[in-house]
């Protein structure tokens, strides 16, 4: 299914979500790990009339980022570094599904993998390092 989205997802509701993304969904999968996708439309589109390469890697870096948030207790991440190929060009409308992974994780730095997914067939993949952030350390207020 290539256009509406597909059953046993839901839309969240989440702050901070990149406007021009404007909906994102998720639903657990089997393994019991949350996953996120995004249905783009003509609004998403380049020139050439495909889904914008940067519309892509916004759902590549803002899943990942929730994935890793939810791994470390919903601590604060931010991404360092995000490197994305694009392996096939998209026609809107379309539902694209995200299969992240951590693949390893130290006590401030996370490195994740992503891959973007249309009916089953990769579209995009991402690697990229995280900083997960210590809320006393990173969050003080500024001396005046």
Same mark, same amino acid.
């Given at each position: 299914?290539?256009?509406?989205?597909?059953?046993?997802?839901?839309?969240?509701?989440?702050?901070?979500?990149?406007?021009?993304?404007?909906?994102?969904?998720?639903?657990?999968?089997?393994?019991?790990?949350?996953?996120?996708?995004?249905?783009?439309?003509?609004?998403?589109?380049?020139?050439?009339?495909?889904?914008?390469?940067?519309?892509?890697?916004?759902?590549?870096?803002? +899943?990942?980022? #929730?994935?890793?948030? *939810?791994? $470390?207790?919903? @601590?604060?991440?931010?991404?360092?570094? &995000? /490197?994305?190929?694009?392996?096939?060009?998209?026609?809107?409308?379309?539902?694209?599904?995200?299969?992240?992974?951590?693949?390893?994780?130290?006590?401030?730095?996370?490195?994740?993998? +992503?891959?973007? #997914?249309?009916?089953? *067939?990769? $579209?995009?993949? @991402?690697?990229?390092?995280?900083?997960? &952030? /210590?809320?006393?350390?990173?969050?003080?207020?500024?001396?005046?």
């Amino acid at each position: 299914m290539s256009g509406p989205v597909p059953p046993g997802w839901t839309r969240r509701a989440l702050r901070g979500l990149p406007v021009g993304l404007e909906a994102l969904w998720t639903r657990r999968a089997e393994d019991g790990t949350w996953r996120y996708g995004a249905l783009y439309d003509e609004r998403h589109c380049n020139a050439q009339g495909f889904v914008h390469g940067g519309a892509l890697m916004t759902l590549l870096d803002h +899943g990942l980022s #929730l994935l890793l948030w *939810e791994a $470390v207790g919903r @601590a604060p991440c931010a991404t360092v570094h &995000l /490197d994305c190929h694009f392996l096939a060009p998209l026609r809107a409308p379309c539902f694209v599904e995200l299969d992240g992974r951590i693949l390893k994780r130290g006590r401030n730095t996370a490195f994740l993998r +992503g891959t973007l #997914l249309c009916r089953g *067939e990769p $579209v995009a993949e @991402a690697t990229g390092v995280w900083s997960v &952030l /210590d809320r006393e350390r990173d969050f003080r207020p500024e001396p005046r």
